[in-house]
């Protein structure tokens, strides 16, 4: 595919409507020189038939944040108000970035829209983002803006403490832009995505763009009641008890009263409910299969990925149409392998190290 095709490609890819015209007039050439690409791009395979529907292997969009992580971990226990010596670390995340990362890991071709600045992390998150096969192309980049920074504090056994972001450049991503998303978005096998987005625009795409299924991230109980009107457009959603406890109404004190959290997220239509319950595991249910399996004893080293695992392996399985039995203990296993490392995201997260894992604690 020559360069002038790529260029191309791409516009009828964001825009499959796009006129030839349109086109031309966006590359500077004529509409004959258009007419000539687009017909040796047919002849390759790379569009088919009118409409210039563009032939794409199956593939997962995450809309969402793109941070860079500053992590404390302390020696010993930690002494509030006080120096404490340890480590400090800088990384990528953001959880809709380690989403589509995991995802990646896990071979599934992914599509990351986010907002970053037009800085030195930024352009490292792009960077990042070519090394693992992670497209990026979607996103906005901001001049003048710096990129969303994060910024924990966890203990000496990897819990984190407390947190400071820094995440106004999301409030950036507005509805005109994401209307221009909105063919990457339908033809996605599933879009997931976390509350780190402006409220208008949640509610904007899973609203009008309505041809994918929907999974969501919470991130946290604040953000999480952007979507509390809303939570019905999602397929799966994957809460805390506390956030459950908050899109519910329900107060979660015992088993039963997850089943009644998850049977109202149910009645509002949703059709895959995971409620983590912290040190006391996970329920899950789905309208036919209500669960409860507990937490596995691991070596937990850091617990800040174990969430975006959680939902990339939920995303995985959903795409190969996997029951929510194998779905729920696959996730667990990969939210496993996120705890056991003391980056974010465990660079050896795969399928085969998830299977791996079950095998060991006899989760078959």
């Known amino acids: ?24 007039d966006i590359l500077g050439i004529t509409r004959s020189s258009v007419a000539v690409h687009i017909t040796n791009l047919l002849k390759k395979g790379y569009i088919k038939g009118k409409g210039y529907i563009v032939t794409e292997s199956p593939y997962i969009t995450v809309i ?30 953001g959880v809709g970035r380690n989403i589509a990362e995991n995802i990646v890991r896990l071979g599934i071709d992914t599509k990351l829209i986010s907002v970053i600045g037009s800085d030195i992390y930024g352009s490292k998150i792009i960077e990042d983002a070519k090394l693992i096969d992670l497209d990026v ?11 969303s920074t994060y910024l924990s504090m966890l203990d000496e056994k ?28 339908n033809n996605s096998k599933l879009c997931v995505i976390d509350t780190n987005l402006p409220k208008q625009v949640i509610e904007y795409i899973v609203t009008n763009f309505t041809n994918t299924k929907y999974f969501l991230d919470t991130v946290s109980s604040a953000k999480a009641l952007k979507v509390k009107d809303i939570i019905g457009k999602f397929h799966t959603i994957k809460p805390n008890k506390i956030e459950a406890e908050m899109l519910s109404g329900i107060k979660i004190s015992s088993l ?13 239509g949703v059709k895959r409910v995971f409620i983590s319950l912290g040190d006391e595991g996970l329920f899950y249910n789905d309208g036919i299969t209500q669960k409860h399996i507990s937490n596995f004893k691991v070596n937990v080293i850091n617990t800040t990925g174990a969430g975006d695992a959680f939902v990339a392996a939920l995303s995985y399985c959903y795409c190969n149409d996997y029951d929510i039995d194998k779905t729920a203990v696959m996730a667990m296993a990969a939210s496993v392998l996120a705890l056991s490392h003391e980056d974010t995201i465990n660079p050896s997260m795969s399928v085969e190290n998830i299977n791996k894992i079950i095998k060991e604690l006899n989760l078959c």
């Open 64 to 93: 969402g944040g793109s941070n860079i992580d500053i992590q404390g971990f302390p020696n010993n226990k930690m002494i509030f108000k006080d120096s404490n010596p340890g480590k400090v670390k800088i990384s990528l995340g």
């Open 256 to 268: 039963n009263d997850a089943w009644k959290a998850s049977k109202y997220f149910l009645g509002q």
């Open 158 to 185: 990897g819990d984190m403490i407390t947190a400071v972001n820094q995440m106004d450049i999301f409030e950036k991503m507005d509805i005109p832009f994401i209307k221009k998303k909105k063919n990457i978005i």
């Open 137 to 147: 192309s979607q996103c906005m980049i901001l001049e003048g803006f710096p990129t």
């Open 1 to 24: 595919m020559t360069n002038r095709e790529k260029e191309i490609l791409k516009l009828i890819k964001d825009d499959p409507l796009i006129s030839q015209q349109q086109l031309a």
